[in-house]
């Protein structure tokens, strides 16, 4: 079992819905959770972050973690063409300083 | 606008040839990642360093990959020899690292082709 699993896609979805990429990790310890958006040919960028269990809103983006169940989440509302792109989930276990990152899943907005 | 800065982005060279990466921080952050990415594997972290010292290379092949950091300024990476199975997309990231958070910026990276 990968340290942190997501699907790979693709995921499509139309323009103006709600897209919902989802992440499960394998270590309970784990205590911070990110999530990246990388554009085709392009680096990583953090587009939110998380540690509490709950929701956390940003814009027209929300995550979503569920300690209990080792699962967190990326909604995005309103999904817009631009955010076409690979979302990657990271993971940070407790006391350590590194990351652990998801395969990602790529995610295609269709208008 | 505070970047990681990567040098070369593009980098085309023959197997058996040395390769260096050059990575220069955000200013003021005190850990440097190295990671290197295909389609196959992902992202896979190569190794990390906290203020100048190295904290964990197991990510590396250690017969022909070398990270070091000279300054608080400049990372690098090298490969030699390089193979044709490194190429790949390297990229270094940096944060400041403390408590809870663990926020990682990352360069555009170094695209390597090895012939």
């Known amino acids: 079992q990968k340290e942190v699993e997501q699907n790979s896609g693709p995921l499509s979805v139309p323009e103006g819905a709600i897209a919902s990429l989802n992440c499960t990790y394998s270590d309970r310890g784990s205590q911070s959770f990110f999530w990246y958006r990388q554009y085709s040919g392009k680096s990583p960028e953090l587009i939110m972050f998380?540690?509490?269990?709950g929701d956390k809103e940003d814009g027209r983006f929300t995550a979503q973690l569920n300690k209990a169940s080792q699962y967190v989440s990326l909604l995005i509302r309103d999904s817009q063409p631009s955010d076409s792109a690979t979302y990657l989930c990271?993971?940070?276990?407790?006391?350590?300083?590194?990351?652990?990152f998801g395969q990602g899943t790529r995610l295609t907005i269709n208008p | 606008d505070a970047r990681v800065t990567q040098t070369p982005r593009h980098k085309v060279t023959e197997m058996g040839q040395e390769v260096t990466m050059r990575c220069q921080p955000i200013l003021g952050h005190n850990t440097v990642f190295w990671y290197r990415q295909t389609m196959m594997q992902g992202l896979e972290l190569l190794a990390y360093f906290r203020n100048r010292a190295p904290l964990d290379d197991s990510g590396m092949p250690k017969d022909r990959f070398s990270a070091e950091m000279p300054d608080a300024t400049l990372a690098t990476l090298k490969i030699q020899p390089s193979e044709p199975r490194d190429s790949a997309v390297y990229f270094c990231?940096?944060?400041?690292?403390?408590?809870?958070?663990?926020?990682?910026?990352f360069g555009a990276g170094t695209r390597l082709s090895v012939l």
């Open positions: 990231a940096s944060g400041l690292l403390g408590g809870r958070l663990n926020i990682q910026y």
């Open positions: 990271a993971v940070r276990r407790q006391g350590a300083q590194k990351l652990v």
């Open positions: 998380i540690y509490s269990n």
